[in-house]
C-alpha cells in the first residue's frame, strides 16, 4: 500500500521533468479537452437534469408542512446542488466514463509495448501521455460542473413547475434567497481536486498495468473504484477545510 | 559498437540474468538466441535502457548507459532504433504519422524534409502504397516492416529487433530478415536481433549469441554454429527436424 502511495507519488513528479516543447503539450491538452469534456457533455446533461428533477420533487414530496413557503423548495434544491450534486456526483460519472477510459487506454498502450516505444525512443512517456489528460481533465472537469450546476437547476424548475410543487416566480425567489456566494467557488474548488484525482489515479492504474487484456480489465475497474473512494475521501476533507 | 559487461538481473529473488558480457559489433548483425525464458529479452531490455541491471556495465561506443544521468540517457536513446515484437504501433494513427512521429517529436526538419524522410523510409522497406492506413488496416507482416521503418527513420546508430519474425510466414520472415540484414549493413548500424527463428539465425547471424538459464554458453557465427558442441545448444538448434536432417545429410 505505502509502495504504491510512493510510486504514484514519483509518477506524478516524473511528469515535470523531460518535458517536450509546449507545442507539443498544447496540441495533446487540446485533444483531451474534447476527449475528456466535449465527449462527456451529453452524459453530464442527462444526469444533471434528472438529479435536479429529482431532487426537486423529493424535497417537495418531504416539505408538507404549511408552515414553510414553497419557494424553500428551491433553497434547499440549489444548495444541494451547489454543495454536493453537481460537483461530486458529476465527478462520480466521470470517474467511471473517464477514469475507466484512461486506464485502459494507458494499460492497453503498457501491453502492446506502445509505451516501451516511446521510452526507447527517448521520449518520456510520463509526461507525454498522463500530462496532457490531467491538463485536460482540470480544465474541462470544472466547466463539466458549472454546466451541470445549471442544468441541474434548471431540471429542479421544469419538474417543480411540471407536478405543480411550487410556481416559476417561486423557484426563482428559492434559488436567490440567501444565496452564499462562496458555495460556487466552493463548487469549482472541489471540481479542480476531483478533475486532478481522477485522472492521476487513473492514469497511475493504466500506467503501470502488467500482463495482458484481463489486467487491462482490472486496472480499469481498480482506477474507477480508487477514483471514487478518493473522491468522497477529498469530499469530506474539503468541506471540513473550507465550509 | 555496443557491450555489455557482467550483467546480473533478478526478479523477485529468481535470477534472470547471470553474469553475461558480450560485445555487438558495427555494420554486423548480431544475434541473440535461446528457447523461452532464457533471458534474451530481458537482455535486451537492459541493453536499451527499459529495465535496469542490478550489477554490470552497457556502453555505446564506450559511453556508459545505465550508469549515465537521464539527459545522458536520453541522448543515446535517441541514436536508438527498436523493432518490438508486437511492431508497438501507436493504434490511433496512420502508417505514415507513426513513422513520422519520431521526427514531429526529436527533429528539427521542416514538414517537406520530415514528408520526404517518411516516404523515404516507406519505399525501403516497401509500404509507400500503405501510409495512409492504420494499424488495424493492415497484416502482421506489414506492422513488422512500418516498426522498421519507424525504427530507421532518425537514422539510428543502434537498431533492436525483439523476435522480428514471431507470427509471420516463413517467407515474410525471410523478407523481414533480409531487410534487417540490408539496413544493417546499408547505414553501417550495430544490429541486434532477439530471436528463436531458425531460419533467421542461419540467414543472417554474422555474429551470435546463445543464452541459456540466463548465462551465455556460446557465442560464435552462422558458418560453425552447427559444429558446436555445447549440448544445450545442439538440442536447441537440432530440436527442428529439417536442421537436424541438413546437419545428417552434410
Redesign the interface.
Known amino acids: 500500500m505505502i509502495e504504491k502511495f510512493g510510486q504514484y507519488f514519483i509518477l506524478m513528479g516524473n511528469l515535470f521533468?523531460?518535458r517536450?516543447r509546449f507545442k507539443?503539450y498544447f496540441r495533446l491538452t487540446v485533444d483531451e479537452c474534447i476527449h475528456i469534456g466535449v465527449d462527456s457533455l451529453l452524459i453530464v446533461a442527462i444526469v444533471s437534469s434528472f438529479i435536479g428533477a429529482v431532487t426537486c420533487i423529493q424535497t417537495a414530496a418531504n416539505l408538507v408542512s404549511p408552515l414553510i413557503p414553497s419557494y424553500i423548495i428551491a433553497s434547499v434544491t440549489r444548495e444541494m446542488t451547489l454543495l454536493e450534486l453537481a460537483p461530486t456526483f458529476t465527478c462520480v460519472v466521470l470517474a467511471g466514463k473517464v477514469g475507466s477510459n484512461i486506464a485502459s487506454q494507458l494499460g492497453?498502450m503498457r501491453i502492446?509495448?506502445?509505451i516501451?516505444?516511446l521510452?526507447?525512443?527517448?521520449?518520456n512517456s510520463a509526461s507525454y501521455l498522463i500530462l496532457p489528460k490531467i491538463l485536460g481533465s482540470i480544465i474541462t472537469i470544472p466547466m463539466l460542473v458549472t454546466i451541470s450546476a445549471f442544468l441541474s437547476l434548471l431540471g429542479g424548475f421544469v419538474a417543480g413547475i411540471a407536478t405543480g410543487a411550487l410556481t416559476a416566480k417561486e423557484y426563482i425567489q428559492g434559488i436567490q434567497s440567501d444565496f452564499i456566494a462562496f458555495n460556487v467557488p466552493f463548487a469549482l474548488i472541489k471540481a479542480f481536486v476531483f478533475a486532478f484525482l481522477i485522472s492521476s489515479i487513473s492514469a497511475y492504474q493504466g500506467y503501470y498495468t502488467k500482463g495482458g487484456a484481463f489486467q487491462v480489465g482490472q486496472s480499469s475497474t481498480t482506477a474507477v473504484v480508487n477514483s471514487c473512494i478518493a473522491l468522497l475521501v477529498f469530499d469530506y476533507l474539503l468541506a471540513q477545510l473550507l465550509l | 559498437m555496443i557491450e555489455c559487461k557482467n550483467i546480473h538481473k533478478s526478479f523477485n529473488g529468481k535470477q534472470i540474468l547471470k553474469n553475461v558480457s558480450g560485445v555487438f559489433d558495427q555494420g554486423k548483425t548480431n544475434l541473440i538466441i535461446g528457447a523461452s525464458g532464457t533471458g534474451k529479452s530481458v537482455l535486451l531490455k537492459c541493453l536499451v535502457g527499459l529495465v535496469q541491471p542490478d550489477e554490470g556495465e552497457i556502453l555505446y561506443d564506450g559511453r556508459p548507459f545505465n550508469h549515465a544521468t537521464n539527459q545522458e540517457k536520453q541522448s543515446i536513446r535517441r541514436e536508438i532504433g527498436m523493432l518490438f515484437q508486437g511492431g508497438a504501433l501507436f493504434d490511433s494513427k496512420t502508417v505514415e504519422e507513426n513513422v513520422m512521429f519520431p521526427l514531429e517529436m526529436l527533429s528539427t526538419m521542416s514538414k517537406s524534409e520530415k514528408s520526404d524522410r517518411v516516404h523515404f523510409c516507406l519505399q525501403r522497406v516497401g509500404l509507400d502504397h500503405a501510409a495512409k492506413r492504420l494499424p488495424s488496416e493492415i497484416s502482421g507482416g506489414m506492422a513488422k516492416r512500418v516498426g522498421i521503418a519507424r525504427a530507421i527513420v532518425m537514422n539510428p546508430k543502434y537498431l533492436y529487433c525483439d523476435e522480428p519474425n514471431s507470427g509471420l510466414d516463413p517467407q515474410t520472415s525471410i523478407r523481414i530478415d533480409n531487410l534487417i540484414q540490408e539496413i544493417t549493413h546499408e547505414y553501417e548500424m550495430t544490429t541486434v536481433v532477439v530471436t528463436h527463428d531458425m531460419n533467421s539465425m542461419l540467414e543472417i547471424g554474422e555474429h551470435i549469441i546463445f543464452m541459456f538459464q540466463g548465462e551465455k554458453i556460446w557465442e560464435g557465427t552462422k558458418e560453425v554454429i552447427l559444429d558446436n558442441k555445447v549440448s544445450a545448444l545442439q538440442d536447441f538448434i537440432f530440436a527442428n527436424k529439417l536442421i537436424r536432417d541438413m546437419k545428417e545429410h552434410s
Open positions: 521533468v523531460r517536450e507539443v492497453t502492446s509495448e506502445q516501451d516505444a521510452e526507447v525512443m527517448g521520449i
